[in-house]
């Protein structure tokens, strides 16, 4: 069983910063990829940033340009560094680690940013 620790999701306003971690309970180097995802209230997940073992990333439209995946595998840890934000980047925030053989979902962290 693998367990996905999101942190780090605030109240903060437009225009600020945060960073987002994902705490894996074992290695994440054994991943394909990490990826994060947001909700907001009566919509759909939609993908955020993703990153591969080898360190290549990529990012949704609304996102590039501002917000940063990084990995730390010696801590086990996914970052999104999040800049300049919007009030459309209001949602929960889920780490996802992908793997051939299953995937795992942490349980999200609250991002909320006021006008």
């Known amino acids: 069983q693998v367990h996905l620790v999101e942190s780090g999701g605030d109240l903060v306003q437009a225009g600020g910063s945060l960073t987002l971690s994902c705490a894996g309970s074992?290695?994440?180097?054994?991943?394909?990829?990490m990826v994060w995802y947001r909700q907001s209230p009566g919509t759909q997940r939609d993908l955020v940033a993703t990153?591969?073992?080898?360190?290549?990333?990529a990012y949704a439209d609304s996102v590039k340009g501002r917000f940063t995946i990084s990995r730390d595998n010696a801590k086990n840890t996914v970052y999104l560094q999040m800049n300049s934000l919007k009030p459309e980047d209001t949602a929960v925030y889920y780490c996802?680690?992908?793997?051939?053989?299953?995937?795992?979902w942490g349980q999200g962290t609250q991002v909320t940013v006021s006008s």
């Open positions: 996802k680690a992908e793997a051939g053989w299953g995937m795992y």
């Open positions: 990153i591969t073992s080898s360190g290549d990333t």
């Open positions: 074992g290695s994440i180097s054994r991943f394909n990829a």
